[in-house]
């Protein structure tokens, strides 16, 4: 620490008048924001590993003569173990967009954006970076190649496969990691991979956005960056937003290069999405089994979750592995997860049993009609209470009403009486206010109990109607995103009307 000090004086000509060290995350390195007696900030970097500084210093200097938007190295010292960087403000991409996180995934229009505005500018990075760089000063290693795939392969086999106790043949397994890695560096790329791409290294300054933490890049695919993004295990990405991020990036990436057919690129891009969903496996069975560190494991399940998903996807062509990984989601300790996750695939799943216990009290089942039929479709209205409450059309007598009108309403001000609750200025004014939100707390808890059962029993029609004043602010709002949430979470076809506003919208995979 005195000597990052000295290195600071050395620079600005006089020591720091305040110097915070910073959280930490799963890095060694260490980070202080040091302030002057003006309040102008730097901040300090003291690393363990000369090569890795060594690389970031580089690559910084590089990707700035490239008028990308990092960080600028202001003074390092002799040794290379200490330096200073532009100071970016203390909001990252992932603390920006933590209200959708925190909601399972629902992200409000201008997380959205920021979300779009990211994977946008990453081929610049990937490409425009990659213009004149010597890749000779990247750490630990210059390139994606063999050896580092089978380096991280093996880091998910001895820090999280075999902390499970699964039982396995390694010689077999060893097999297909030797396939899987000639697969994915099968495809040479001039391409910088950031290696650590993820909402954490992406800084959030004003209108601008600044990335981070890029000293493990070296060459390689360009798929490697966007999987390691989309499918991070905390994100909690819906489908539908994942893919429309898939589409910007490869749009953007094409002023670049000359992409590969879209159905080449989809199927490239889930090989990568299984190696990065093994590889950080590795890493938080590392830090979180070995290091117990609380963050590393609260970050497994979701990350066995995705590795769920994509198995329920497509057929890999390693068998031996997939039988492995398919075994690994179904270990006990892995099933604290929700219904969606079991009838995502097809959206729906039937019974031919009853699905209740039975008592022997109770003498033999009888069966509704509507048992086992399926795929369940969940209709969502909002609606104006002058107008009356919509009518079922399915014949089964409806579902749920809910009243929003002990709700603030935004209607009464001037700035939102032309505004719908699709509209963002009314999305802030509601969520900002915090009373919709508690309310649908408990309207949530009502549907997904609702919701699953009618899945269990193989129902086909359940029906939720919110009804307000006008039926233009707080029901639209609502049904929305009771909608989007019962559709992201289980996976049913989900019909949207806002009988008011002539609005209609059908979300299905």
Known sequence: MKQLVELYKEWRGSEPATCERLAGAGSNRAYYRMTDGDGQSVIGCIGTSRDENHAFVYLARHFEKRQLPVPRVLAVSDDELRYLQQDLGSQSLYDAIRGGREAGGRYTLAEQQLLRQTIRELPDVQFRGARGLDFSHCYPQPEFDVEGVLFDLNYFKYC???????????????????????????????????????????????????????????RGPFYYDLASFLWQASAKYPDRLRRELIDEYYAAAQQFIEMPKREHFDRRLQLFVLFRTLQVLGAYGFRGYFEQKKHFIDSIPPAIQNLRELLSAQTLPYPYLSG????????????????????????????????????????????????????????????????????????????????????????????????TGLDEPVVRFLEDDGEILTFLDSVYRLADAHVERYIQRGFTSLMFAFGCTGGQHRSVYSAQHLAEHIHQKFGVEVRIVHREQGISQVLKD
């Open 160 to 218: 999280f496969l075999k902390a499970t106790e699964l039982d396995f043949h390694e010689l077999k397994l060893e097999a297909d990691f030797r396939l899987l890695a000639k697969d994915l560096t099968a495809e040479r790329s001039d391409s910088f991979l950031y290696r650590d791409f993820q909402a954490r290294n992406v800084m959030v300054k004003g209108d601008g956005l600044f990335f981070i933490d890029f000293q493990g890049g070296r």
């Open 324 to 419: 492995i990984l398919q075994r690994l989601t179904e270990l006990p300790q892995f099933q604290r997860i929700e219904v969606s996750a079991q009838t995502r695939s097809d959206g729906y799943k039937t019974t031919d049993r009853n699905p209740y216990k039975a008592h022997p009290k109770d003498g033999p089942a009888t069966f509704s009609k509507y048992d086992a039929q399926g795929p369940l479709v969940v209709k969502v209205f909002s609606f104006s209470y002058r107008k009356g409450i919509p009518e079922d059309e399915s014949g089964n007598g409806g579902g749920y009403v809910f009243d929003c009108r002990s709700t603030h309403n935004p209607g009464r001000y001037e700035p939102y009486k032309q505004l």
